[in-house]
């Protein structure tokens, strides 16, 4: 069976510094995968989403970057952390293809100080 | 733009009562329709899909949701509630030939009393 995860599941991080936040699916290949942003309120909001290796595509201008270095691997960086970057993100998958189910793994807390 | 709104942002319903949350999405053309649930401490889950076919929908646990076309909704509904219910509720759509991105809506928090 297929699944997902991503770590660390908590941070505190200073502001300005960098942020790596990885993703990793087991169990299926050529996924599309995705990295989304949960705020209070809010609903959850794409950030990035990538059809494979090396492709990725970004919802909203921001300053965080994501990269797709292996087939199922996925991952959310910065180089330099705002407060505002602070949050719950959510990485996610789904099989290629219109209309399939989308599967998040259990997220990461993020808090910018 | 494309958008999901949810009507209610918190519910407070007694065991056994019934449920429906509103859900209407800004779109034209055909999307596929999604209710996703966040238990206390856990994931995101997949609760019930639309892509075609019979509007009605069921979905886990009892649940389901009806779409209406004509009204852009896609609301979801049970019967009788349980204390396990307690979660937070997302409702959300993706565009046909989209990638699968799914746009979601702020989300209702659920809270039910024993």
């Known amino acids: 069976s297929q699944t997902i995860h991503q770590w660390p599941a908590t941070l505190v991080q200073p502001v300005g510094s960098p942020l790596s936040l990885e993703c990793t699916v087991e169990?299926?290949?050529?996924?599309?995968l995705y990295w989304y942003r949960q705020a209070a309120g809010r609903g959850l909001q794409l950030l990035f989403y990538s059809v494979g290796i090396g492709q990725i595509s970004s919802e909203v201008p921001q300053n965080l970057s994501a990269s797709r270095p292996q087939d199922r691997q996925f991952i959310l960086s910065s180089k330099k952390l705002l407060l505002s970057d602070s949050g719950f993100y959510l990485c996610?998958?789904?099989?290629?293809?219109?209309?399939?189910?989308?599967?998040f793994g259990e997220g990461s807390w993020l808090t910018v100080v | 733009a494309q958008s999901v709104s949810q009507h209610n942002h918190h519910v407070i319903l007694s065991e056994a009562a019934s449920l429906e949350l509103g859900c209407n999405y800004s779109?034209?053309?055909?999307?596929?329709l999604f209710w996703y649930v966040q238990y206390p401490g856990q994931h995101l889950q997949l609760l019930l899909k639309?892509?075609?076919?019979?509007?009605l929908v069921k979905g886990i646990k009892g649940f389901e949701a009806e779409f209406i076309k004509s009204k852009f909704s896609f609301n979801l509904r049970k019967p009788s509630v349980q204390w396990s219910d307690t979660a937070e509720y997302f409702c959300?759509?993706?565009?046909?030939?989209?990638?699968?991105?799914?746009?979601f809506g702020a989300g209702t928090r659920l809270a039910v009393h024993p």
């Open positions: 959300a759509f993706s565009l046909s030939g989209g990638y699968n991105k799914l746009i």
């Open positions: 169990g299926t290949s050529n996924p599309n």
């Open positions: 996610a998958w789904s099989g290629q293809g219109d209309g399939n189910t989308i599967y």
């Open positions: 779109y034209g053309g055909t999307v596929n």
């Open positions: 639309y892509f075609s076919g019979d509007p």
